[in-house]
């Protein structure tokens, strides 16, 4: 058996090669690495006993022939290759080519081998977009509402409707939460993306062993069994479990404990987004970890990993907490990923999206005591809120899907029908065989035509529209007419708000006040 592995040098990337080369019935693997990544001869080096099972193709996935050489005569494809934020905010034309392009010719590469290996293809919950406390738990099936400006988001949505539209026989799309890696304390005082984590989005964790483990149980598991009725042909959400699901400001909080502070010592409240970014508590997440048992690491595990290893950050503990504030955490308002950065250089487009208005993000102002926070039981009007309850998947508050979801698969015309109007489009086919792979054809409020299975659209929560296929973003226009989206949009936006939100040539965030 082969596998061919994209990605490999990610923090992902090298928690699943740890865990699938124990796998005894592999008997060789293919990388697809770019050229100029010095890391995979590093990152071999730990597998010197079985290096003759390696055989390495230098390359890029936006290349047809690449994706030839590295499918052909495989019998899994995993898909793990990303460039994800900060990389795609500074990088926006290679997000695009990889995450976009290169997934159309890799899934083509896949559609032309006479054997065809299975695709696993890694996804994100950033399709899913910013939620808050009004509706913290969702599933696949849920309304697809990528938050502007996100290209990450943009280019991983066009690439996973890439794979659920094509003619491979056998895949599956695993949207990946929000993960915990070794590099994730590193990687964050690099830039200013961490100000776009709102302290009240939920977010779910997984830890990057935990996702690896999840790709070697796969593969283990498909190779004793059939799995073609429980598994392939699905999407599922990779979650890190119940005990999982936090705040972006117990994330900050846990994470400032290794130094011997908390979030409010080093942060202040206009500091972080308030809207505008993308994480929620999967209600489907025991799904997958049902078949595959691969839940095995929480948060605090993960946190006392990097204390262990890392005894430098005891020394941060005699560090005055305004040196490590000033020196850490202010030098990022430079950063053009700032809010401090686009506040200061009037970026209306930014301020807008993350803040509604210019107003809002002065009010903010620097007092904790005036902030409403989800962990001290305050709504966003500082209401008395009960966090731990909201915490608790019994009290899960679900959209209307406007058919049974958990019945998907004997979705009926007139549910399609139903979901169509509900978009404020209209489902054109008239002749459903109650395949739900079957390709029917659909029309947008705006009256754009377009082809897709009902999988697609019932089961993984698709609707065709402009961020399709360009890097614009109509939600407040569009949630208007369409009554799925209005459910989650209007979370966290106004129904008074008339913004077109896109980006230029050269990839400049840009407003437009629609009337």
């Known amino acids: 058996m082969q596998v061919a592995i994209t990605g490999i040098t990610g923090n992902m990337g090298q928690a699943t090669l740890e865990q699938v080369v124990k796998l005894d019935f592999i008997n060789g693997f293919k990388f697809l690495v770019l050229p100029k990544d010095k890391r995979i001869k590093k990152i071999l080096k730990r597998y010197k006993k079985i290096s003759n099972k390696f055989e390495i193709i230098y390359g890029n996935l936006a290349d047809s022939e690449i994706c030839e050489k590295l499918v052909q005569g495989c019998d899994y494809v995993i898909n793990l290759a990303a460039v994800i934020p900060p990389h795609s905010d500074q990088f926006p034309e290679k997000a695009v080519e990889c995450n976009q392009i290169g997934v159309d010719k890799l899934v083509s590469a896949i559609e032309n081998q006479d054997k065809q290996p299975k695709l696993i293809h890694i996804s994100t919950v950033a399709l899913y977009g910013n939620r808050n406390y009004k509706h913290p738990w969702g599933q696949v099936g849920d309304p697809l509402l990528i938050s502007p400006f996100d290209i990450y988001s943009a280019t991983k949505l066009r690439g996973e409707f890439r794979v659920l539209e094509s003619n491979i026989k056998t895949w599956v799309v695993l949207r990946q939460t929000a993960m915990l890696h070794k590099n994730m304390l590193s990687d964050n005082i690099s830039d200013g993306l961490m100000f776009h984590t709102c302290f009240n989005t939920p977010l779910e964790w997984a830890t990057a062993h935990d996702s690896g483990l999840l790709i070697a149980n796969i593969l283990k598991k498909d190779n004793e069994e059939d799995l073609s009725k429980t598994f392939w042909k699905k999407c599922f959400n990779i979650g890190g ?275």
């Open 241 to 515: 479990g119940l005990y999982n699901c936090i705040t972006g400001y117990d994330t900050l909080n846990d994470g400032f404990k290794l130094i011997g502070g908390s979030a409010k010592d080093f942060f202040k409240p206009n500091y972080n987004a308030i809207r505008n970014f993308h994480g929620m508590w999967f209600y489907d997440g025991n799904l997958l970890n049902r078949l595959f048992d691969y839940q095995k690491q929480t948060t605090q595990m993960y946190w006392q990993e990097i204390a262990e290893n890392h005894r430098y950050y005891s020394i941060a503990k005699i560090v005055p907490k305004w040196l490590i504030s000033t020196f850490v955490i202010k030098r990022l308002f430079k950063s053009k990923n700032s809010p401090a950065y686009w506040y200061k250089h009037n970026d209306e487009a930014k301020i807008k999206a993350y803040f509604k208005d210019y107003s809002i993000y002065k009010d903010l102002g620097k007092d904790w005591s005036k902030f409403n926070l989800l962990v001290e039981n305050k709504d966003d009007k500082g209401m008395y809120i009960d966090y731990q309850s909201l915490r608790d998947i019994k009290n899960a508050k679900l959209i209307d899907y406007k058919y049974d979801i958990e019945n998907y698969e004997n979705i009926t015309l007139k549910d399609l029908q139903n979901i169509a109007i509900a978009h404020g489009g209209k489902l054109l086919s008239k002749d459903y065989n109650g395949n739900i792979y079957q390709k029917l054809e659909w029309e947008t409020q705006d009256g754009e035509k377009f082809l897709a299975s009902a999988f697609t659209i019932a089961k993984a929560g698709h609707w065709y529209n402009i961020v399709y296929k360009e890097n614009v973003w109509d939600f407040d226009r569009l949630a208007k007419n369409d009554k799925i989206y209005a459910q989650i949009w209007y979370d966290s936006h106004d129904n008074n708000e008339n913004n077109r939100y896109y980006f230029d040539e050269k990839y400049n965030a840009q407003i437009t006040k629609l009337d």
